[in-house]
């Protein structure tokens, strides 16, 4: 079997430290007895704070994984907005001929 035959496992971004991961392909842990989660790794803060912020929210674990690993450049380059699609106040600016002056 090449390299390029084997199926390739996915590397998880922890929301809570923000360190990557590589959890087993079962998605478990079997001499610890726990389940490998997509969105925090092992450490019990990260658990905690991961599973109080996505009670706010009502999105899939593996959605926000997968929005967590293409904003740490996991799965590509990192996506960022043109400049000439960035969000602009709804007035346009003033000229300088526009502006008032006090001679007038």
């Known amino acids: 079997m090449r390299d390029t035959d084997k199926p390739r496992r996915q590397v998880y971004v922890c929301l809570g430290c923000a360190g990557k991961y590589l959890p087993p392909a079962s998605m478990t842990y079997p001499s610890l007895g726990v389940d490998a989660s997509p969105v925090h790794c092992g450490m019990p803060a990260c658990k905690s704070e991961v599973t109080a ?25 990192v996506r960022r907005g ?15 001929g526009t502006g008032r002056s006090k001679l007038l």
């Open 82 to 96: 043109r400049p000439g699609r960035i969000a602009r106040g709804r007035r346009a600016n003033a000229s300088p």
């Open 53 to 77: 912020s996505l009670k706010f929210i009502s999105v899939p674990e593996e959605t926000v994984a997968k929005w967590a690993r293409r904003a740490a450049g996991v799965e590509g380059p």
